[in-house]
């Protein structure tokens, strides 16, 4: 089922049919705690080094999306996360 929603620091865009790349301009949500971009096929390319930015970051679902490469080294910089 699609889900999108916003709530303080989460953003859940979770089988929305996401297409294409997760832009590098992700890195400038800096408050960002949670991001589920699950079930998102069409979503995919490189992760954007940028991810690493979000130093807030506890959660990053990318289940069942297209992203091809390695894990970019800029996510050893979150600390917090309970969940990859």
Do not use: W
């Amino acid at each position: 089922m699609p889900f999108c929603s916003n709530v303080a620091g989460k953003e859940i865009l979770s089988s929305i049919s996401l297409s294409r790349i997760l832009s590098e301009e992700i890195g400038s949500l800096s408050d960002l705690q949670d991001l589920e971009l699950s079930f998102n096929p069409h979503l995919g390319g490189t992760l954007p080094t940028q991810l690493g930015y979000l130093t807030q970051l506890q959660t990053l679902s990318m289940q069942s999306c297209s992203f091809i490469g390695p894990i970019p080294a800029s996510l050893s910089n979150l600390f917090f996360y309970t969940f990859l």
